[in-house]
């Protein structure tokens, strides 16, 4: 029974290239193409399990935008998926709350907070390092996140 576990994961990774669990995913380049599994990836995505003997290098051999998460060159893995919570501060002026900014194409994105509020880093989410002023700040366009960083932030 052990010896059919890994010929039924292939099977079942080959023939549902995206399998969603809750927040986690199988994506599978069976065929060593490029793949994309569409899921919601706005809160980001962390690999958690490796399947296959090809490596899986974020940014080389998985990653993910807004169509989902894509892998390729072999690369077999589950990801989970943070939970995106959007708010929006422009209708709640004076309440505090958690936001999650992510620059997952390693370029500057904003994550707009409204009027100038406390921003304080709450929980780094990605493997890339964030460093206030460097891949992470506030400016009047709201928190900034570069080089990959991906957090959560409290916003006071």
Avoid at 50 to 55: K, M, V
Wanted: hydrophobic residues 30%; charged residues 25%.
């Amino acid at each position: 029974m052990n010896r059919l576990l890994p010929l039924g994961l292939f099977i079942l990774a080959f023939a549902l290239p995206a399998m969603a669990q809750g927040n986690v995913v199988l994506c599978a380049s069976e065929d060593g193409r490029r793949h994309v599994c569409a899921a919601d990836t706005r809160g980001g995505v962390q690999m958690t399990r490796q399947h296959s003997e090809s490596p899986c290098i974020q940014g080389s051999t998985w990653g993910f935008d807004r169509q989902g998460i894509w892998v390729d060159r072999g690369c077999r893995a589950e990801f989970t998926i943070t939970n995106y919570a959007y708010h929006d501060f422009r209708t709640n002026r004076g309440k505090s709350g958690d936001i999650t900014c992510s620059s997952d194409d390693e370029h500057r994105h904003y994550c707009e907070t409204g009027p100038y509020r406390s921003v304080r880093l709450q929980q780094q989410i990605s493997g890339s390092p964030c460093i206030e002023g460097r891949s992470w700040g506030r400016d009047v366009n709201g928190i900034w996140v570069d080089r990959g960083c991906r957090a959560v932030f409290r916003i006071r």
